[in-house]
C-alpha cells in the first residue's frame, strides 16, 4: 500500500455494548475486532477451500495447501471464464456456507441492527492471486452490487492471516458520511465498478480522508454498511495466494435484492440450490433458512452496471485495453447474451479479434 494509511480502531473493548457499538458504527463507518472468530471453524474452512484450490491446479503441487502457495502461471479472478468451475467447488463447501451464522458473527450485527438479523443467501469468497495488481477490487460502496438497503452490514475477514502486503481490504474513514450512492465507473477487478475520488472532491470532504487498514489474523473481522467506500490493497507477495469471505447481513423485514437469494456468480454461469446442497452431510437447518423469515423481496437495479458496461465498450472503440478485455470476457462467458452481441460488434467495428 503505497498511500498513507493508520490502523482501525478495535472496538473488543464493547463487544457487548449495543449503544457503543452503534455509535461507533455511525462516527467512524465500520466495526473492527481483533480475533472474534473461533479459529477451529476457520482453519476448517480453509482446509476445505485450499483442498478444492489445489486439485484444480491453483496451488503448487508440492506444498502444502494449507499454506496457499499460488501457481502464478494460472492466474485468474472473477469475469474469466476459467475462474467458475473452481468457484463453484468452493459455493458446494458445506462449512463455507455454515461459517457465516456462527453466533459471534451474528451476535454482533443483531447488537448492531437491534433485531433478529440473517446472512444473505448469496454468500462470496475471494480467490485473489498475487502478481495479479490490475485486477485488485476498486474503491467502491457495497450498495450499487447488494442493493436492498443502505443499512446492509458487510462482514470481511480473511481465511487465514492476512498481512497487508497480501491484499486485506481498506476502509476511507468517515466515507460513510456522505450518506448517497456516489457515481461509479468501469474499472477491471472484482465488481467492476470504481469511485473516481478527484470527481467527488472538494463536493464531499469526508472522501478527502485516510485509509484504513490492518495486518490481519485468524479470526479478525470487519463490518461496515453499504455506503462506506473501501477496497482491496493489491496481493503483492511473490506466490501467496489471498483466501477471505465476502458477506452480507441483513435484519429481517427489511428488502433483499433477488439476485442476493441464489448463489453468487450465477449471473454468470448458473449453478442451483439443489447443486450447492449435494452431498451435505449436516446442517439441514441451512438450507433454503431465508425462507422461514420475513423479508421483501425487490428487483435487482440494474443501472449501474449497464452505465459500467457502457464505458467499457467505449474505452474498447477507443483500444483500451481494459475495454477490450471487458469484451472479451463478456462475449467467453455467455456467447449468445445481449451484452456479448453488443460486445462483438465494437470488436468488430475497432478491427480487433475476440
Given at each position: 500500500m ?7 480502531r ?5 463487544i457487548t455494548d ?7 458504527l455511525?462516527d467512524?463507518g465500520?466495526l473492527f475486532f481483533?480475533k ?7 482453519l476448517?474452512l480453509?482446509?476445505?477451500m ?6 484444480a ?14 501457481d ?6 472473477e469475469?474469466?471464464l476459467e475462474y467458475?468451475?473452481?468457484?463453484f467447488k468452493i459455493?458446494r463447501?458445506e462449512?463455507?456456507h455454515?461459517?457465516?451464522h456462527?453466533?459471534?458473527?451474528v451476535?454482533v450485527v443483531?447488537?448492531?441492527?437491534g433485531?433478529k438479523?440473517?446472512?444473505?443467501p448469496?454468500?462470496k469468497a475471494?480467490i485473489?492471486f498475487?502478481?495479479?495488481?490490475e485486477h ?9 452490487h447488494?442493493q436492498?438497503?443502505?443499512k446492509t452490514?458487510?462482514?470481511?475477514h480473511?481465511?487465514?492471516d ?10 476511507l ?5 456522505v450518506?448517497?450512492v456516489?457515481?461509479?465507473?468501469f474499472?477491471?477487478?472484482a465488481?467492476g ?5 478527484d470527481e467527488q472532491?472538494p463536493?464531499h470532504?469526508?472522501?478527502d480522508?485516510t ?6 489474523e485468524l ?6 454498511p453499504a455506503?462506506?467506500v473501501?477496497?482491496?490493497l493489491?496481493?503483492v507477495?511473490?506466490d501467496?495466494?489471498?483466501?477471505s ?9 427489511r428488502?433483499?435484492a433477488?439476485h ?7 449471473d ?12 451435505w452431510?449436516g446442517?439441514e ?7 422461514r ?15 459500467g458496461f457502457d464505458?467499457?465498450?467505449?474505452l474498447a472503440?477507443r483500444n483500451d485495453k481494459?475495454?477490450?478485455?471487458a ?7 455467455n ?6 452481441q453488443k460486445?462483438?460488434?465494437?470488436l468488430q467495428?475497432a478491427?480487433?479479434a475476440e
Open positions: 503505497t498511500e498513507a494509511w493508520r490502523e482501525f478495535v472496538s473488543n473493548d464493547c449495543a449503544e457503543e457499538l452503534q455509535r461507533r455511525d467512524d465500520y481483533r472474534l472468530q473461533n479459529p477451529d471453524k476457520l476448517e480453509r482446509r476445505d485450499t483442498r478444492v484450490l489445489h486439485a491446479g491453483w496451488l503448487v503441487p508440492d506444498a502444502d495447501p494449507m499454506l496457499g502457495i499460488a502464478v502461471t494460472r492466474r485468474t479472478t469475469g474469466d467458475n468451475p473452481v468457484y459455493q463447501l462449512s463455507f455454515s461459517l457465516p456462527e453466533r459471534e458473527l451476535d443483531e447488537r448492531v441492527m433485531t438479523a440473517i446472512p444473505l448469496g454468500k475471494r485473489w498475487p502478481k495479479f495488481t485488485t477490487t476498486p474503491l467502491h460502496q457495497d450498495f450499487v447488494y436492498g438497503s443502505v452490514l458487510t462482514c470481511w480473511p481465511v487465514g492476512c498481512p497487508i502486503e497480501l491484499g486485506p481490504l481498506a476502509v474513514q468517515g466515507s460513510h458520511k450518506r448517497k456516489l457515481p461509479h465507473h474499472s477491471l477487478g465488481g465498478l470504481i469511485i473516481d475520488l472532491t463536493k470532504k469526508e472522501l480522508a485509509w484504513l487498514s490492518t495486518n490481519f479470526g479478525d473481522t470487519l463490518f461496515f455506503l462506506t473501501h477496497k482491496a493489491p496481493n507477495t511473490a501467496r495466494m489471498r483466501i469471505l465476502d458477506n452480507r447481513y441483513e435484519a429481517v423485514g428488502r433483499i433477488e442476493m437469494l441464489q448463489p453468487h456468480m450465477t454468470v454461469s448458473p449453478l442451483s440450490w439443489e447443486e450447492v446442497y449435494q452431498g452431510k446442517h437447518e441451512l438450507k433454503y433458512y431465508w425462507k423469515v420475513e423479508f421483501k423481496k425487490i428487483r435487482r437495479y440494474m443501472g449501474y452496471m449497464s452505465k464505458e467499457a465498450m467505449e472503440r481494459r475495454g477490450i478485455l469484451m472479451r470476457r463478456t462475449i467467453r462467458a456467447p449468445s447474451s445481449p451484452d456479448a460486445a462483438r460488434a465494437v467495428e478491427g480487433i
